[in-house]
T-cell receptor, first 112, second 111 residues
Framework: QKEVEQDPGPLSVPEGAIVSLNCTYS??????FMWYRQYSRKGPELLMY????GNKEDGRFTAQVDKSSKYISLFIRDSQPSDSATYLC????????????FGTGTLLAVQP | DAGITQSPRHKVTETGTPVTLRCHQT?????MYWYRQDPGHGLRLIHY???????DKGEVSDGYSVSRSKTEDFLLTLESATSSQTSVYFC??????????FGPGTRLTVL
């Protein structure tokens, strides 16, 4: 079993829809959770960063962590064609080395 | 790309040849990482560095070596390239905040 599982998609939605992207993880020791966005043929860029359970909002994006069920989510409101990208969840234990464990990524297409 | 460059950006090579990829940063970040990205596997850590001359193995280090002689440069070497090393390679950097910033990637094809 992979430490972080993510549905690869692809996920296709119409412009303006609410998008829900999800990951599950296996190790309850994970403390920090991130979402990266990766456009085609580009490097990943950090989108959201959360610690512990609860919600974190940034504009149209909301990251949610449920540690009891080991589930992390990213919600995109009023999705735009420019949101079309691969979204990767990531986590790590903490400590000095900052080694991240990534999900495989979900490919999102927002249709105009 | 947060002051990170990778070279070359594209490379085609033959099986058995040595290959070196370079990551250069202008941010003076302590930590540097090499990942490979493959369909169905996502990003996997190859090697990382936590300071000049301080490196350690990641999840998929077999067949790869690294060196870091200066803060700004982190080299990834494939001693004898194989077709299974065809991939997109990303360098990343981070400081104490543990947020990693990625370079633009190198697309390597081993024939």
């Amino acid at each position: 079993q992979k430490e972080v599982e993510q549905d690869p998609g692809p996920l296709s939605v119409p412009e303006g829809a609410i998008v829900s992207l999800n990951c599950t993880y296996s190790n309850s020791a994970f403390q920090y959770f991130m979402w990266y966005r990766q456009y085609s043929r580009k490097g990943p860029e950090l989108l959201m960063y959360t610690y512990s359970s609860g919600n974190k909002e940034d504009g149209r994006f909301t990251a949610q962590v449920d540690k009891s069920s080991k589930y992390i989510s990213l919600f995109i409101r009023d999705s735009q064609p420019s949101d079309s990208a691969t979204y990767l969840c990531a986590t790590y234990y903490g400590g000095a080395t900052n080694k991240l464990i990534f999900g495989t990524g979900t490919l999102l297409a927002v249709q105009p | 790309d947060a002051g990170i460059t990778q070279s070359p950006r594209h490379k085609v090579t033959e099986t058995g040849t040595p290959v070196t990829l370079r990551c250069h940063q202008t941010e003076n970040h302590r930590y540097m990482y090499w990942y490979r990205q493959d369909p169905g596997h996502g990003l996997r850590l190859i090697h990382y560095s936590y300071g000049v001359k301080d490196t350690d193995k990641g999840e998929v280090s077999d067949g790869y070596s690294v060196s870091r002689s200066k803060t700004e440069d982190f080299l990834l070497t494939l001693e004898s390239a194989t077709s299974s090393q065809t991939s997109v390679y990303f360098c990343a950097i981070s400081e104490l905040s543990n947020e990693q910033f990625f370079g633009p990637g190198t697309r390597l094809t081993v024939l």
